[in-house]
């Protein structure tokens, strides 16, 4: 699916420029003159990213930033500077802009910082509990393990103590990154985070540390990294344990002096950060083996924080199920009432390799899908003994695994499309908001599957 971004800026210049860039990139775009049209084309349509001018007449770019923040939370915002508002922009990062680029830009810089914006919003989209019916810091759980990691936020959040997140993916590490920097006396302060694994391996040190103007080509102007950014709040490292190894003893001066070092730059600069790491893989074992650095292992372990996969607490999935009854009913216009003890059984005896966000997703369709208000045991397509799965075992001799799914994904994306069309009385617009695709999308999917005249 075409990712759609919205280019808000004063020049029409601007707007053109930027529109081609993304255009030969494969994105699609629309364009707002200044914040108030961006607003009403936010509440009209899907985007996915907001390029915006950080200057502009009435509504500018921060106020824009902050209406994004509220209405539209997760919804990647990228600020476009001229010369003498680099400060602000930095500001602007702080209080929940994704990134900024200067003036002139580089066609490289704002395909990479795009590419970057777009896999935020992908996991932000997904972000799977935002708020608990049972459990604390907005977190879903009452195992006694989940009570154990409840404490030791609660102890260790406080401190400027380094922290290490580890668990399986799914498990919902972020979330536990965010309750220790709400919980801390940083609260007031940025929590930037940054993704290890999705950085391109050439500009992990700009990334993180900045670059003076003129470091290497396209440096047109210095720009701070997320070190910088963060000073006075937390750092949050996903996806740790892939830093290139460089990269590792960079970072590791960075914790344990306290002080950076921009690319191109000539000196250090002090900051106030604390670091929070995360990853699901074995760093103990990455270490043994070599590919990753001892030092900085125990440098981020100080604290480790451990989060159990959702298979060491079953007990917990009725409440995440209640949860998500709630949440997916409000999203998706159902009114499923209640699962019933069989289709809990089935729950509680599958192995969730996925953990949460597997269960997130199969909750999202089967509510989707729900012909009453009780989900049944059979409606948990694939799990269990008693579920229904889609097709047969003749049917993928026949077809062939990928040719298998291919056909029941699109069988499942049509009846979506469908139940939300009777949802919006076939208001397309209002369709396409609710799916998360361009109404162009939209319609291209109802003539691939029919669904034009009905």
Known sequence: MSR??????????????????????????????????????LQDDVFHVVISDLKM?????????????????????????????????????????FDYVSKPFDQDEIAAVVTKALATEQRNARRHIQRSPAGRFGIVG?????????????????????????????????????????ASPRSNGPFIQINCGAIPESLFEAE???????????AATSKPGRFEIANGGT???????ELPKDMQVKILRALQQRIIDRV???????????VIAATNRDLAAAVKEGNFREDLYY?????????????????????????????????LGQSVEAVEPEALDVLARHTWPGNIRELENLMERTILLADGPTIRAENLAGLGAGATTPGTSADLDEMGLKEFVR????????????????????????????????????????????????
Do not use: C
């Not at 800026?9 to 364009?31: F, M, N, Q, W």
């Not at 993180?208 to 396209?218: D, I, P, Q, S, V």
């Not at 750092?235 to 344990?241: A, I, K, N, R």
């Open 264 to 274: 191109g730059g000539l000196h250090p600069i002090e900051i106030d950060v604390r």
């Open 57 to 97: 007449p009435q509504v500018d770019g921060m106020a824009l930033l902050q209406w994004v923040t509220e209405h539209q939370p997760g919804l990647p915002v990228i600020l476009i500077t001229a010369h003498g508002t680099v400060d602000s922009a930095v500001e602007a990062i702080k209080l929940g802009a």
């Open 4 to 41: 759609r971004i919205l280019i808000v800026d004063d020049e029409p210049s601007i707007r053109k420029v930027l529109a081609a860039h993304l255009k030969r990139a494969g994105y699609e775009t629309a364009a707002a003159a200044d914040g108030s049209e961006a607003i009403v084309a």
């Open 299 to 331: 440098r981020l372990n100080v604290v480790p924080l451990h989060l159990p996969p959702l298979r060491d607490r079953t007990s917990d999935i009725p409440l995440l199920v209640g949860y998500f009854l709630e949440h997916f009913n409000e999203r």
């Open 407 to 454: 056909v029941h994904t699109a069988k499942l994306e049509r009846t979506r499309i469908q139940r939300v069309l009777q949802m919006e009385d076939g208001n397309v617009t209002r369709a396409a908001k609710r799916l998360g695709i361009s109404r162009k999308s939209l319609q291209t999917k109802m003539k691939d599957y029919g669904l034009r005249d009905s």
């Open 208 to 218: 993180l540390f900045g670059y003076e103007k003129g470091a290497f080509t396209g």
């Open 142 to 182: 009452e195992h006694p393990r989940m009570q154990q990691l409840f404490g030791l936020i609660e102890k260790v959040a406080p401190s400027p103590t380094t922290v290490l997140i580890t668990g399986e993916s799914g498990t919902g590490k972020e979330l536990v990154a965010r309750a220790l920097h709400e």
């Open 235 to 241: 750092l949050f490292l996903d996806e740790v344990g």
